[in-house]
């Protein structure tokens, strides 16, 4: 066989053996940054993408919950990582799309300090009404909405978040104000939402679920450019008529330098790990559809994503934080 052959050959098997190069070298553990406590979605598709790292380079992966600002501390320790490929941050797209408008001191830059490398999993915000709503689809709610005077509201999981503007959204697309209402989570909002003392919730699909099955408070409406799958029945804002398009999603980034080739090792194991049949079912436990997204994707969303939430945060009149 001509030698040359032979090379080509052993250049084009990125993953296997000593063609995994360095990420099938390193002595420690890979590690997965999460800014959130364990348990929930974030760390749950973190210990996903970590056993297909792990099944790919034969390392450990460990998963490291960096709680505090918002998720912004572990977003910061991948930035100074070592550009290696094995440290890496998996989050939803708060971080590398909102926050810059919504924190005054951010210290990272979404697009300069890290190089995207794959899509995880995608699903859609719901807005649900409660008890206190006499009403049964959005063509109700908008009705109610014009007489309801201080009871027009909704709840998020906190002033700053995703939720919060996607009900900004929602209230100027519809003409008609309403109040937000912070909470410290979706439990507490669902709870309030549920026991008829707040009108309105937005939140992911999957915090609302169980409470819309149990027929204690009704999704309405959901955010994506499609139906959602866990909602029989729910129609799009859009389907609506309402110029609200807000996907959720989760995704995985390492820090800038990374080189791209080790970028392109690590994004083919993580696409690997997700087209397992167990892979997808995991996600949709989740309530969350198994997403593997490229670095171009994934790149051009954050974009278009990060100039929408410019546009309302900074016409929400809403005040920085630190």
Excluded: C
């Excluded at 719901?126 to 049964?136: E, F, R, S």
């Excluded at 892979?279 to 989740?286: F, G, I, Q």
């Amino acid at each position: 066989m001509d030698r040359r052959y032979v090379l080509r050959a052993l250049a084009a098997l990125p993953l296997a053996g000593a063609g995994a190069g360095a990420l099938a070298q390193g002595a420690q553990p890979m590690r997965i940054l999460v800014g959130f406590a364990p348990g929930g979605s974030v760390d749950a598709l973190a210990r996903l993408a970590g056993e297909a790292l792990q099944a790919a380079f034969g390392r450990s992966v460990v998963v490291e919950n960096r709680t505090g600002a918002a998720g912004r501390l572990a977003v910061e320790q991948v930035k100074a990582a070592a550009p290696d490929g094995d440290t890496l941050v998996l989050v939803p797209q708060g971080p590398m799309t909102l926050f810059p408008y919504v924190f005054r001191s951010l210290r990272y830059d979404p697009f300069k300090d890290f190089a995207p490398i794959s899509g995880v999993a995608t699903g859609d915000f719901a807005l649900t009404i409660g008890p206190l709503v006499p009403a049964k689809d959005m063509a109700g709610f908008q009705a109610w909405l014009k007489t309801a005077g201080d009871k027009a509201n909704y709840g998020s999981p906190g002033a700053g978040t995703l939720p919060h503007f996607v009900g900004v959204s929602i209230a100027r697309a519809l003409g008609t104000p309403m109040t937000h209402v912070p909470y410290r989570g979706s439990a507490l909002t669902m709870n309030d939402l549920a026991g008829g003392t707040l009108a309105a919730a937005v939140s992911p699909v999957t915090e609302a679920l169980e409470l819309h099955k149990a027929g204690r408070v009704r999704i309405i409406a959901t955010t994506g450019a499609t139906r959602s799958t866990f909602v029989d029945g729910v129609p799009t804002l859009k389907e609506l008529g309402i110029d609200v398009d807000a996907p959720l999603w989760f995704a995985l980034y390492a820090p800038a330098a990374t080189p791209a080739a080790t970028q392109e090792k690590l994004r083919a194991a993580v696409h690997a790990g997700l087209a397992t049949p167990a892979a997808k079912e995991r996600v949709s436990k989740l309530g969350l559809t198994a997403w593997p997204a490229g670095a171009a994707e994934l790149q051009a969303l954050q974009k278009r994503e990060a100039a929408v939430w410019e546009t309302v945060v900074k016409a929400s009149g809403f005040t920085p934080g630190d």
